[in-house]
């Protein structure tokens, strides 16, 4: 792997991947992989790498840390309390949950890395906590700190292929939250100056409505107007499992949108099927043959 890899020291990627929480695990399960499509997702970022393509890879919860985090209400962290107790030792039950949920996703990172690795991928994890600090769910500034960014920055330069999952975090207002992967999409595009950036989950793309219901349609197209924000495209479901606590499609879509607005260098946004030919092409930087693509307008 090493020799086809390119030894040219650059501090950007080609590509932005989210491994989806449904690409990598069985949603409706409790922490269950969904093996076939991971390795399926990890054999391509391998091969594509032997290709000379850079890349940074995200990963979902799915179904590890996501009911956890509902049980003990770590998204809400001390927000229902009065007064301000973001200084304070949190109460015992919060810190159960805490250490529950991120027990939980971080098993989840080592499989997802285990598979990587395995595949020929010189993947290595970051946990956000502690490293990082919100603000009312929020990043401090709007941006990851400098020392976090250019410590992912100098894996990137070494080779490295750095893998970040949704995480626990302290929270300077609730005392804790959770800091969703999809965030890291934002933000390490625009740091990496990432010329795409690619969603995989288990379906083709964004439908007109649940897939698996009669007449939905594949939206192939979506077009972002980066100074609203706003999303052009047809009638589509926003619904989404209950133990989803980052919230459903419509913010998935919305943070796919978020790329474009904020990670300048970031052509387009696919979201394709894991494993998926379309996948591939999505992550050669071109246009899936199927998979819904986000533009601006």
Known sequence: MGSQSSSRASDQVDVVVKIGGSACTKKADFETLNVEALEASAAQLAALRAEGISMAVIHGAGSFGH??????GVSKGTADEEGDVSAEILPDRLLEGIAKTRLSVTTLSHHVITTLVKHGLPAVAISPCPFIVTEQKKLCGGALPDDAATAVVGLVKRGLVPVVHGDVVMDTAQGVAILSGDVWMVELGRKLRAKSAVFITDVDGVFTKPPSEPGAELVREIFVDTQTG???LGGVSMSTASHDVTGGLK??????AQVLIQAVDVQAVHIVRAGSSSAVE?????MPTTGTTLKRK
């Open 67 to 72: 009911q956890q985090a509902k049980e003990y």
């Open 230 to 232: 706003e999303l052009e």
């Open 251 to 256: 913010a998935k879509l919305e943070n796919a």
């Open 282 to 286: 999505a992550m050669r930087g071109g």
